[in-house]
């Protein structure tokens, strides 16, 4: 199978149609790692047109499909999120195309649920893949069964290699069959990036993204994926694009994959719905590309100082005379 992972598209219709048209004779079936709705301006077509392509089974829920069904506290989220969060339930519980009941907000209510936040085991063929939407770690519920959610970046690199390091020693501990390839696929941070533990090893390795160009998996004895958000990427070369992967289980490959697309459309439907700027600007382009964020300019300072090598990023380290 030709798997197409799809991660955080939140409500970005046009976004989401670019992924599908890319993938239409690429990918043989699709799983979705969560976050369908907030922020973007589009919440119930791009509901209808995940759910024409993703089967439930292969459907996660995210952190903010919860807070626009109220099952997970808002806490010390941004006003600019709670404004989406609301506008997207007001506009599922009005949605009525029958004129009675309304059957979309329903579906949502019944099916994301706090079990499907959850580690979800998919057997594939020569590896065993977990999903979930954040990370291992943020999937053990805590009080009143309530799972946390964290965030963790590549150029954070000593926080970076103890969340990762935690990862694949509870991927580890989640092995079912010894022998086998065992692959945490994951979103939330809509930072693309492959790391992978050789066999015989504990450290771990971080490759360089090269987009279009499959990577084979079998030779290793634990991967982590994160294909990169949909809707609201943030990636260090400041395009603006869709961001998905392809896992050939048949192969035992995964290809990075990213798509460009007119996102003005989009962000005049945000202007429109009184969205944040900060939001908007997001998808905002200009002479180089997309508006370039506080969250551009780190990673680039942080690939001044790193290499991609055929192992991951290694320091440069500048010898002193």
């Known amino acids: 199978m ?61 952190n903010h499909d919860l807070y626009v069904t109220g099952l997970l506290p808002a806490g010390n989220a941004r006003n600019a999120d709670r404004y989406t969060w609301h506008d997207h339930r007001r506009r599922l519980k009005a949605y009525r195309p029958d004129g009675r009941r309304p059957r979309l907000w329903e579906w949502c209510r019944r099916t994301w649920q706090l079990e499907r936040a959850r580690p979800r085991l998919i057997r594939a063929k020569g590896a065993d893949c977990w999903l979930v939407h954040a990370a291992l770690g943020d999937s053990r519920f805590n009080v009143g069964d309530v799972p946390t959610y964290s965030y963790g970046f590549p150029w954070q690199d000593v926080g970076q290699r103890v969340i990762r390091r935690q990862q694949f020693e509870q991927l580890d501990a989640l092995r079912q069959r010894p022998g086998r390839t065992v692959i945490l696929i994951h979103g939330h941070t809509h930072l693309p990036y492959l790391a992978v533990q050789l066999w015989g090893w504990d450290d771990d390795m971080l490759f360089p993204i090269r987009y279009g160009e499959p990577q084979r998996l079998d030779q290793f004895r634990a991967v982590l994926i994160n294909p990169g958000s949909v809707g609201l990427p943030r990636n260090c070369d400041a395009l603006v694009h869709a961001a998905y992967g392809i896992l050939d289980t048949e192969a035992s490959t995964f290809e990075f994959r990213r798509v460009r697309y007119d996102s003005e459309p989009t962000r005049l439907a945000m202007a429109s719905l009184g969205y944040d700027i900060s939001l908007i600007r997001q998808l905002e382009p200009n002479d180089e590309g997309n508006h370039f964020r506080q969250t551009d300019a780190v990673c680039l300072e942080w690939q001044r100082t790193y290499r991609p090598t055929p192992w991951g990023w290694e320091p440069i380290v500048e010898m002193k005379t």
């Not at 004779?25 to 589009?42: E, I, M, S, Y």
């Open 2 to 62: 030709r798997i197409g992972l799809l991660a955080d598209v939140h409500a970005n219709l046009d976004a989401l149609r670019a992924v599908l048209a890319d993938g239409a004779d690429r990918v043989t079936h699709w799983w979705f790692l969560g976050d369908a709705v907030g922020r973007g301006p589009a919440p119930i077509e791009t509901l209808h047109l995940l759910r024409q392509q993703v089967h439930t089974r292969h459907w996660l829920v995210g």
